[in-house]
T-cell receptor, first 115, second 114 residues
Framework: AQTVTQSQPEMSVQEAETVTLSCTYD???????LFWYKQPPSRQMILVIR??????QNATENRFSVNFQKAAKSFSLKISDSQLGDAAMYFC????????????FGQGTRLTINP | SQTIHQWPATLVQPVGSPLSLECTVE??????LYWYRQAAGRGLQLLFY??????ISSEVPQNLSASRPQDRQFILSSKKLLLSDSGFYLC?????????????FGEGSRLTVL
């Protein structure tokens, strides 16, 4: 079974600084998707960024970028120029391509932004 | 555009009472549907998923059940709630025909069993 591990229960960063959230996963599949979701205090899950395993280029969405290391099964999220609105729980998630598209989530990292 | 709604947003129920959480999706047809549970301070655990009307797959043995009476309607139920059923429940959908891997989530329902 696939597993996703986030080893940092909590992280904090100064406003305008850069922070990196770590994620590792375990799978025997070769084709899959990886995601970072954000869960603000409102509790609704919001997609931050998506990476397809067959793409070597790391995904980027404005201030958010990933470092995808397929051989190491590592998928970290970098947030640049942190803003107060970035404060939330961040979940790393894995989804095998095909089938019922079931997302497997990590335990989450609570990110605090210090003004 | 597609939207997903789930209700109620908050529910406080006594142990042993029944439960019904409802979720509907608009703006798409034949979606895959999911129920996840998030215990306090924990990640999300997949409870049920459905690839079509009347087709329900359960991921973990538990006190809950799910039904899909219509294409875009997904219901989470229990006949008798347990204290351990407390948590935050999230409904989600994905495209069945377009395999993007992404799930789209509702606003969530917070259940407290006393």
């Amino acid at each position: 079974a696939q597993t996703v591990t986030q080893s940092q229960p909590e992280m904090s960063v100064q406003e305008a600084e850069t922070v990196t959230l770590s994620c590792t996963y375990d799978t025997s599949e070769s084709d899959y998707y990886l995601f970072w979701y954000k869960q603000p205090p409102s509790r609704q899950m919001i997609l931050v960024i998506r990476q397809e395993a067959y793409k070597q280029q790391n995904a980027t969405e404005n201030r958010f970028s990933v470092n995808f290391q397929k051989a190491a099964k590592s998928f970290s999220l970098k947030i640049s120029d942190s803003q107060l609105g970035d404060a939330a729980m961040y979940f790393c998630a894995y989804n095998a391509r095909g089938g019922a598209q079931k997302l497997v989530f990590g335990q989450g990292t609570r990110l605090t932004i210090n003004p | 555009s597609q939207t997903i709604h789930q209700w109620p947003a908050t529910l406080v129920q006594p142990v042993g009472s029944p439960l019904s959480l409802e979720c509907t999706v608009e703006g798409t047809s034949n979606p895959n549907l999911y129920w996840y549970r998030q215990a306090a301070g924990r990640g999300l655990q997949l409870l049920f998923y459905s690839v079509g009307i009347g087709q329900i797959s359960s991921e973990v043995p538990q006190n809950l059940s799910a039904s899909r009476p219509q294409d875009r309607q997904f219901i989470l139920s229990s006949k008798k709630l347990l204290l351990s059923d407390s948590g935050f429940y999230l409904c989600a959908w994905s495209f069945r025909s377009l395999n993007t891997g992404e799930l789209f989530f509702g606003e969530g329902s917070r259940l407290t069993v006393l």
